[in-house]
């Protein structure tokens, strides 16, 4: 069982900037390594969607939702185990709860599909004003 945990949510401007982080419970590099890992979001009364995801290691593969291409990067550190969401110009429609998720690849990519993530953090909520 890996346990994720999220952090760095909270308020930003129309325009502004956030940081998420999420760390891994993994045994070891070698364990957290090869796998899928990254961020979805999720607005009341809709599906999770994919934001951004990292193949974990030195692959370092990145795959990101078109809505946030060229705003948001994702980045990880192995030896911490953690994977970051780093987030630019910030728009409304970007409020929603963000999930830290971690799985297998599926073939020799990552799935942006949230029902492919076996593990998945608590959450924690951006909010982004205008």
């Known amino acids: 069982q890996v346990e994720l945990v999220e952090s760095g949510g909270g308020s930003a401007q129309d325009g502004g900037s956030l940081t998420l982080s999420c760390v891994g419970s993994f045994y070891s590099e070698m364990t957290y390594s090869r796998r899928c890992m990254g961020w979805f979001r999720q607005i009341p009364g809709k599906e999770r969607e994919g934001v951004a995801i990292v193949w974990t290691g030195r692959t370092g593969t990145t795959y990101y939702g078109d809505s946030v291409k060229g705003r948001f990067t994702i980045s990880q550190d192995i030896a911490k185990k953690t994977v970051f969401l780093q987030m630019n110009n910030l728009e409304p429609g970007d409020t929603a709860m963000f999930y830290c998720?971690?799985?297998?690849?599926?073939?020799?990519?990552?799935?942006?599909?949230?029902?492919?993530?076996?593990?998945w953090g608590q959450g924690t909520q951006v909010t982004v004003s205008s």
């Open positions: 998720a971690a799985t297998k690849p599926v073939g020799n990519r990552c799935s942006f599909r949230s029902d492919d993530y076996f593990y």
